[in-house]
């Protein structure tokens, strides 16, 4: 079950920090995609079905076809933490090596992308704010870590508990 468990969150962790890997070859780790948001999250749910396998196979083939809801949950979250920790350690390296710029750029994009949308002066002083507070914040490796977790974590534990409620059953 842990051989299961641990190969299971490698892929997951591999799908989900691919688009990291593939504009860092690219070497287009500097772009901002306007639709960067949804194709991550799109890959990270992917990389999550990967434990409705994992959980299955756990039941099926570990447990004699039988799972309560708390060890299918557990399959799941011990995949999200260890796919969510490869997706941390990809990104800190992407960060540090190639885009230490990150949270500045990412804010110049923002508000120029308010700007051009024709928000308000007010909307564009608030957001410019909480952007220099965030690239403030972004300078302390430790919240760089609790951010990214915070960006992945959420999506498995989501995938966890629906796979749980879906694949759990009882003797009889």
Request: glycine share 8%; hydrophobic share 50%.
């Amino acid at each position: 079950m842990k051989k299961t468990i641990l190969i299971y969150g490698i892929i997951a962790g591999v799908i989900s920090v691919s688009p990291f890997i593939g504009m860092m070859a690219l070497g287009k780790g500097e772009q901002y995609e306007e639709h960067g948001m949804i194709y991550g999250y799109s890959l990270m749910i992917l990389a999550f079905s990967f434990i409705f396998v994992a959980t299955k196979i756990n039941r099926d083939k570990y447990n004699g076809g039988v799972l309560s809801f708390g060890r299918a949950f557990l399959v799941g979250l011990y995949i999200t933490l260890i796919a969510s920790t490869v997706y941390v350690g990809a990104w800190l390296i992407d960060y540090y090596c190639f885009i230490p710029d990150f949270a500045e750029k990412y804010a110049t994009s923002s508000i120029a992308h308010l700007k051009a949308s024709g928000a308000s002066p007010a909307k564009i002083a608030q957001e410019t704010a909480s952007m220099a507070s965030m690239a403030q914040m972004y300078k302390n490796p430790l919240f760089v870590i609790l951010l990214t977790y915070m960006e992945i974590v959420p999506v498995g534990l989501v995938v966890s508990l629906l796979s749980a409620l879906i694949l759990k059953k009882r003797k009889g």
